[in-house]
């Protein structure tokens, strides 16, 4: 069981406003529901990953986008990005 | 006691792209939000393309601060949200699944002072953020995105110094290593940032961010320390908390932290795989490594007889020595050094200066020959090099056109000692009773030859004579 | 005109002359225009199509060099981004964002002059299996449109489905391409990770998802890959191919392969329709040479639940760029401090792409990541582990794609529970990594069903090669539009 509290420190976390109240139900289930996660028996299961060769990422070149990517998404004042104020 | 932990974060300035994409590393030469492509904006459907340098770079960096170096790197997201971060998380390292950050414990010595790194991490730089607007009510908050994804190398040490000066002896032997490695130039604005944790006989541990500049690290550190002693004093507990370094009124701030709930949700970043690097890459990152510091000091000391002052001089700063050791000779190169640690440094002493100076190595190795030679004295050194920082002119032009050849020969040289004894007979008998007077002597020789006498030889000549 | 042909079809008849890019195109988008005001397949049409079919004739004609896909109609999943095109991901968030670059397997399309008529319906970021959380509506099953046409790649499939294009790509985080396929009836191929760049496709899940293609034909599923699979260096994750050509010996058989079927995937929940069809199909692959037995993957029972809190952790954390700052939807930040301000402006997601953004930020919590985040990674771990042995002693395994029928439009909607059995058969060739196709095997009172293949990691051609195989066996009726 998840409080309420609970969840709306996580929502503030995510940046998300819960305005549905089904959403309490609804995200307790599913923590629920993972809880048979606990009966699976993998404690000592290492974790797996896929690897990449050094050789094979990219190379250190400096290769312009070509096109000014700014005029594309919102801007302000000339080129800058405008954001709420940090108060 | 005191203790205190620095986070350094320098900047990989000598690469060429960004750390996940090929926008220029180098991002103070551009227009707010030109240097940017989809990758470093985190547009939908970006992913980050690794630069192999970069990991080779930071890799280096672990080895030259004796850190050990795991087999298998990993990438995590720090998520959290700031205006200057365009996907909402950072791209760092951690250590949570055994030890895959590119630098595990290391040690840096400080004099005969063992500082303990603890760990290196590789990860992207943010953007910057331009606050207008005179009071926070009309606050308008600006963000460039030229700087988001710019490599960046985080030191972390343990809490090893005791006092602001061994932060900054610290601080200088680092910022050295790293220019000496060609990995980063700590004299570009930025590049070099650090925050300080303090703590004072065993009590809470109080963070300092927000320094801007190593000057002002060590001013904090130190008011830091001064307000937690003044706190103990009367008994006034210390918060564990963040501080912010106020740099206008050169205090530290609480930053009452809005953030209640820092819970960064560290977990792997899937779109890097892991990145293996084994012995053979390491012994041959190794390999590519420069001559460290400690080793040119010696060389130079052992090789070329040059005074160990010099050489510790000459040897940890990666411009001179690089410049060194493309102007000297077996035979020159004492003379070599000479010129780069007297004339030299004092001349070409800051960034801009460097960068608009128009010296060469080949200038430098002709004026240290003719000196050698006798074509030009020690003395006129200082204005041949003034000449050719400005206009990069023949070192043979410049000797010409200053009149600086011909030196006088010795029988030359004596006769105008002559001349000049003649002259100054009462400076003369003071002389022999007082040394000082006889420097007078020699500047009136000087004088006479237009400073083309070597003034060393003049003294021997007019001691001789005079006794 | 047939707008039922294939995609190799579509390639050999304009190759021989007999249709014309033009006329294939132009009929094909009064088709749309006449049956998608119904199916809602698509979000956005290509209004430049015709254009684009007309300037491909030209080429044809004088002789110049052609791509291979001839002029091709594709639709796309809305959530690959082509320059220049809106891209919403089927989400008020993005409602107006416009794409400034394009996915590497749309530049590899448009290499081979492929012509995209247009963007395709999904479930909001891709989070969903009905295309019941699309903030556009539901798209509607052409084999009945009361019913859902499965997702979270939906819009994919009615397209394909209802010949309103020749094949489509959506993408698969948990089966988003392959259960939409079951559901309409259309071939639905997941690929081995790292097979088909994701560069471009905008990310859900990034570490188990995979673009893939849906087709009439196993053949043209190949034929897609033949386009679009390979090392793209846009994408660090993606493994090189050898170039391999899917196509090639794709009617060799599958006479001595052996089949392991999944217990936990025909257990308890299953549909007896689909159970029967299951081992319908068993039995034809058995007729056709192979040898099929039961194989056992206990991990299974937890690979949802696993499934769903790695999903949402990194969904939490790939969804988090959406603040509306850099680009996004008209929203002025005046007046607003910056929490106040994302928080207003993500109220734009939906409530399932919510939900699983409050559980994204719980799954991998400090309080909690221990006890969900990690043990679902190491069930991951472990069920990779069993099916891996599992390929040691078969070539292939083979499930129902989804254990149920397709079910009514607002029928599960509510309860999100109830769809967990929805996912239990897909999940796993994503959790693992493994290449999975589903086939369309049977139509049961007009609903379609779909039988599952999966193979071992880079085995992408012999699964193609017993897909292909089954697929021979089964005649269905033609899709009642």
Request: proline letters at 4%; one cysteine or more.
């Amino acid at each position: 069981m998840v409080s309420r509290e609970e969840i709306e420190h996580v929502a503030k976390l995510m940046r998300i406003e819960i305005d549905d109240p089904t959403i309490y139900e609804g995200v307790d289930k599913m923590i629920g529901y993972f809880d048979i996660l606990d009966s699976a028996g993998v404690e000592s299961e290492e974790i797996s990953a896929r690897e990449i060769e050094l050789s094979n990422l990219r190379e250190d070149k400096h290769i312009p986008f070509g096109e000014k990517l700014i005029e594309k998404l919102n801007h302000y004042k000339g080129t800058y990005v405008r954001a709420p104020k940090m108060v | 006691m005191t203790k205190i932990g620095l986070e350094i974060h320098s900047q990989l300035t000598e690469l060429q792209s960004k750390l996940f994409c090929s926008c220029k590393a180098n991002y103070r030469e551009f227009q707010p939000n030109e240097n940017i492509c989809p990758i470093c904006m985190g547009l939908p459907g970006s992913l980050p393309q690794l630069n192999q340098k970069a990991v080779e770079k930071a890799t280096m960096i672990a080895m030259a601060l004796n850190c050990s170096t795991p087999e298998k790197i990993t990438f995590f997201r720090k998520n959290y949200f700031y205006p200057d971060l365009p996907k909402n998380f950072q791209i760092t390292q951690l250590n949570i699944y055994g030890e895959t950050s590119v630098g595990g414990p290391g040690i840096l010595m400080v004099g005969d002072k063992k500082i303990r790194i603890t760990r290196i991490q590789l990860e992207e730089d943010p953007g910057r953020i331009i606050y207008e607007g005179s009071s926070e009510k009309n606050q308008i908050t600006l963000v460039d995105y030229n700087r988001a994804g710019t490599p960046l190398v985080e030191i972390v040490t343990e809490p090893d110094f005791e006092n602001p000066k061994e932060v900054r002896e610290f601080l200088n032997i680092l910022s050295d290593l790293l220019a000496n490695l060609g990995v980063s130039d700590p004299s570009l604005e930025g590049a070099m940032r650090a925050d300080a944790n303090v703590s004072i006989e065993d009590g809470n541990k109080v963070e300092i961010k927000n320094i801007g500049s190593f000057h002002d690290l060590e001013k904090a550190v130190h008011f830091e320390i001064t307000r937690q002693q003044s706190l103990h004093a009367r008994n006034i507990p210390i918060i564990q908390e963040t501080r912010h370094w106020d740099d206008k009124r050169k205090i530290t701030v609480s930053s009452r932290s809005k953030e209640e709930d820092l819970d960064y949700r560290y977990f792997l970043e899937s779109d890097i795989p892991w990145v293996r690097i084994g012995n053979q890459i390491k012994d041959k990152l190794k390999s590519e490594m420069p001559e460290t510091i400690s080793s040119k000091k010696e060389r130079y000391v052992s090789k070329y007889n040059i005074p160990a002052q010099v050489a510790d001089v000459l040897s940890s700063d990666k411009f001179y020595s690089d410049l060194f050791e493309k102007s000297h000779t077996t035979e020159n190169a004492k003379e070599v050094a000479n010129i780069i640690t007297t004339d030299l440094m004092g001349l070409v002493d800051t960034r801009e200066k460097r960068e608009s100076s128009k010296l060469t190595a080949l200038h430098l190795k002709e004026i240290a020959d003719s000196i050698q030679s006798g074509k030009i004295t020690r003395n006129s050194a200082k204005n041949v090099l003034y000449e050719i920082l400005k206009t990069g002119k023949a070192v043979s032009t410049v000797i010409s056109d200053l009149d600086l050849d011909n030196v006088f020969s010795e029988s030359e040289l004596l006769k105008i000692i002559e001349s000049v004894i003649s002259e100054e007979t009462q400076a003369v008998e003071q002389a022999k009773t007082n040394p000082q007077t006889i420097n007078y002597l020699v500047g009136k020789v000087m004088q006479k030859t237009k400073g083309k006498a070597d003034p060393t030889y003049t003294l021997d000549l007019l001691k001789k004579k005079i006794n | 005109m047939n707008l039922k042909i294939s995609a190799l079809q579509f390639t050999r008849e304009v190759k021989t002359g007999n249709i014309s890019v033009e006329d294939f195109i132009g009929k094909t988008m009064e088709h749309i225009e006449k049956v998608d005001g119904n199916l809602h397949a698509f979000l956005s049409l290509n209004d430049n199509a015709v254009n684009q079919a007309r300037d491909i004739d030209k080429k044809i004609k004088s002789g110049d060099k052609i791509g291979q896909c001839f002029g091709m109609p594709i639709s796309i999943k809305d959530n690959i981004c082509i320059k220049d095109t809106k891209t919403t991901c089927a989400s008020k968030m993005l409602e107006n964002y416009i794409a400034p670059y394009d996915a590497t397997v749309i530049t590899k399309l448009k290499q081979q002059d492929a012509i995209f008529v247009g963007k395709v319906n999904l479930d909001e970021f891709a989070m969903g299996l009905s295309t019941e959380f699309s903030a556009y509506g539901p798209s509607k099953n052409p084999w009945n449109t009361d019913y859902v046409p499965g997702g979270s790649s939906g819009g994919s499939a009615v397209s394909v489905s209802a010949f309103e294009c020749v094949a489509s790509l959506g993408s698969d985080t948990g089966g988003s391409v392959r259960n939409p396929a079951s559901f309409c009836s259309t071939v639905g191929y997941k690929p081995t990770y790292g097979l088909i760049s994701r560069y471009g496709l905008i990310s859900y899940a990034n570490s188990i998802e995979q673009i893939g293609p849906l087709t009439r034909t196993v053949e043209d599923a190949a034929f897609m890959l033949n386009l679009i699979a390979g090392l793209d260096s846009n994408d660090n994750t993606t493994i090189n191919n050898n170039n391999a050509d899917y196509l090639k010996d794709i009617d060799s058989g599958i006479e001595g392969k052996k089949i392991g079927i999944i217990k936990e995937m025909i257990g308890e929940g299953i549909n007896p329709t689909v159970l029967s069809a299951t081992k319908n199909a068993i039995s034809k692959l058995e007729e056709l040479g192979a040898i099929c037995e039961e194989v056992s993957l206990d991990m299974v029972k937890y690979s949802v639940a696993a499934y769903y809190a790695i999903t949402t952790t990194e969904a939490g954390s790939n969804l988090a760029r959406y603040d509306n700052l850099r680009y996004g939807y008209d929203f002025s930040v005046e007046g607003y401090a910056f929490n106040a301000y994302i928080e207003k402006a993500r109220k734009k997601l939906g409530p399932e792409v919510t939900r699983r953004m409050i559980l994204g930020g719980f799954v991998p919590s400090s309080g909690y990541a221990g006890k969900y985040f990690l043990k679902a990674l190491k069930v991951k771990s472990k069920l990779t582990r069993q099916i891996d042995e599992a390929f040691k002693k078969f070539d292939l395994l083979i499930s129902p794609t989804v254990p149920i029928l397709p079910f009514k439009i607002g029928e599960k909607i509510n309860d999100p529970a109830s769809l967990f059995l929805i996912d239990i058969n897909t999940v796993t060739a994503n959790l693992t990594g493994k290449p999975a196709i589903s086939i369309p095997y049977a139509i049961s009172n007009g609903l379609p069903i779909g039988i599952q293949l999966i193979a071992n990691s880079m085995n992408d051609k012999l699964l193609l090669q017993a897909a292909r195989a089954l697929e021979k066996t089964v005649k269905l009726p033609e899709v009642p539009i």
